[in-house]
Nanobody, 121 residues
Framework: VQLQASGGGLVQAGGSLRLSCAAS????????MGWFRQAPGKEREFVAA????????LYADSVKGRFTVSRDNAKNTLYLQMNSLKPEDTAVYYC???????????????WGQGTQVTVSS
């Protein structure tokens, strides 16, 4: 499975961004897709994930009510709509694919390159 993330950028606090992650290859072998982020000097942390159907989702407490994860399986693409962005959301955002809906990065088998999100105050 190959993953290609895009959509990052610079935005002011309170603004919005939408990240996309295009998947290719044997995507059915890793039906769960998710987003993680890593800020400078910090460990990679879970953001949100969704099952193949998109019906079941999981969010980090820090983004609940502000971020929405969704997917378009016809396009093999995962999205992360980020609203009400805060400076503490600044990080490199990574998409990942795996078999289980969890918050642990260890359970995800495939990773894309990151896309930088910078939120200015």
């Amino acid at each position: 499975v190959q993953l290609q993330a895009s959509g990052g950028g610079l935005v002011q606090a309170g603004g919005s961004l939408r990240l996309s992650c295009a998947a290719s290859g044997r995507t059915l072998s890793s039906p769960v897709m998710g987003w993680f982020r890593q800020a400078p000097g910090k460990e990679r942390e879970f953001v949100a994930a969704a099952t193949w159907s998109g019906v079941s989702t999981l969010y980090a407490d820090s983004v609940k009510g502000r971020f929405t994860v969704s997917r378009d399986n016809a396009k093999n693409t995962l999205y992360l709509q980020m609203n009400s962005l805060k400076p503490e959301d600044t990080a490199v955002y990574y998409c990942a694919a795996g078999r289980f809906l969890t918050k642990s990065p260890d359970t995800y088998d495939y990773w894309g390159q990151g896309t930088q999100v910078t939120v200015s105050s």
